[in-house]
């Protein structure tokens, strides 16, 4: 079976940086991924909510550098998380995070002039695989 999915879209908060008790960081957050088509002559879009999961380095890499808004893409597996609840069996799906690139900033204005250093410059693509 083939597994795979690839996804851009903007963090709609921080990501969220924890630990696992092994001490494997871990790290959590939401895209807003939109999608256009054109329906009886007029343009729609809709936009999709994907929780992402991504270990180890890369998840700390991603909670340093990416804040509510940032653009991504990322690649990884779709995987679906079953928990009971009061009772109730619920599940959801989330996207495992193989790897991640940064998009850049639409907006012109916080770019900076050509030879002007900048601190904490993020680098283009992190990789790392899930410890397990």
């Known amino acids: 079976m083939y597994n795979k999915i690839i996804l851009i879209g903007n963090l709609t908060k921080d990501p969220e940086l924890r630990y696992t008790p092994q001490g494997t960081p871990v790290a959590s957050f939401r895209l807003a991924v939109n999608y256009r088509y054109k329906q009886s002559d007029q343009m ?17 890499t991603c909670s340093k550098y990416l804040n509510k808004g940032s653009a991504v893409l990322v690649e990884g597996r779709l995987q679906q998380r079953r928990w009971e609840s009061n009772g109730q069996q619920k599940s959801k799906f989330e996207v495992i995070v193989q ?13 900076t002039s050509f030879g002007e250093e900048t601190e904490d410059i993020p680098p283009e693509e992190t990789t790392d695989l899930e410890p397990f």
């Open 44 to 60: 729609k879009q809709e936009t999709m909510f994907i929780d992402n999961v991504v270990f180890g380095r890369q998840a700390e």
């Open 99 to 111: 790897s991640v690139r940064f998009l850049p900033k639409r907006d012109v204005s916080q770019e």
